[in-house]
């Protein structure tokens, strides 16, 4: 069974950086695209960014040229650099993994999901 786990959520002010990290428990195909999504309370689960075999990305709009997403396949891990974050950001993220070679468009395209890390900003 293929496992996500985040790590890296926490506590930031306005402006302030984090960096959020998914490992995969044994491996993962790298065909897979991976993605991070995040949910605010009360609200649906949004896309955040993915992140191809190849390496090709895409960012929602609210977060593009402040996040950057990254894959290690060596480690079977991948990243999320999270900068100038604003207190909309505030969100559980949550790591996924899509289904081999199939696009990451909405949430029936992930086969696994993390459980989440929390991340909080404040004004």
């Known amino acids: 069974q293929v496992q996500l786990v985040e790590s890296g959520g926490g506590l930031v002010q306005a402006g302030g950086s984090l960096r959020l990290s998914c490992a995969a428990s044994g491996s993962i195909s790298t065909l897979r695209p991976m993605g991070w999504y995040r949910q605010a309370p009360g609200k649906q689960r949004d896309l955040v960014a993915t992140?191809?075999?190849?390496?090709?990305?895409n960012y929602a709009d609210s977060v593009k040229d402040r996040f950057t997403i990254s894959r290690d396949n060596t480690k079977n891990a991948v990243y999320l650099q999270m900068n100038n974050l604003k207190p909309e950001d505030t969100a559980v993220y949550y790591c996924?993994?899509?289904?081999?070679?199939?696009?990451?468009?909405?949430?029936?395209?992930?086969?696994?999901w993390g459980k989440g890390t929390l991340v909080t900003v404040s004004s």
């Open positions: 996924a993994a899509g289904r081999l070679l199939r696009p990451i468009i909405t949430s029936d395209d992930i086969a696994y």
């Open positions: 992140i191809t075999s190849g390496g090709n990305t």
